[in-house]
């Protein structure tokens, strides 16, 4: 199995990342980190991230889950063509499809969350309801294969979650 993480090349969030990928790793879910263009990306703490591809190289029927990390930097994706096309075709195909923070407005943006029960960081809530969305305000919530989460504090859960739901 593999998971597509997919990172803003500046500022997103640290433990959203490196927490997600440690769960993912633990449960032998091969991961691979994706971002706008391939290189270097920045956390908001300061650890830098190396992403082995960009956006317009994603084959999304070569993994398993695509997860969208959040953190300030995540906004250049909210209505990112690319992105949104990542998340559409996630559905599409049956694939999990995840994002904590502010991430989960880039599936709100691709029309995708309609009847859906999400999570988010609390200030994207107005956002995911005015697109549909059922909020919960949980640290976690998953909904079939779409897996939400509310920010840094939840990455380990959101991880474990994006686990349990891969594996059935």
Known sequence: MKALLIIPPD????EEYFQTKE????AMIGVVTASKVPGQARGMLGKFVT???GLSD?????YNAIVFIGGGGAEVFFNDPQALGIAKKAVE????LAAICIAPTILANAGL???KRVTAWRGEEQTLRAHGAI???EPVTVDGRLVTADGPKSGKEFGRAIVRVLKG
């Open 11 to 14: 500022r997103f969030r640290d």
């Open 23 to 26: 769960e993912l790793e633990r």
């Open 51 to 53: 992403a082995g591809i």
């Open 58 to 62: 994603v084959d999304v029927s070569a």
């Open 93 to 96: 195909s049956g694939k999990v």
């Open 113 to 115: 969350l309609k009847g």
């Open 135 to 137: 909020w919960t305000g």
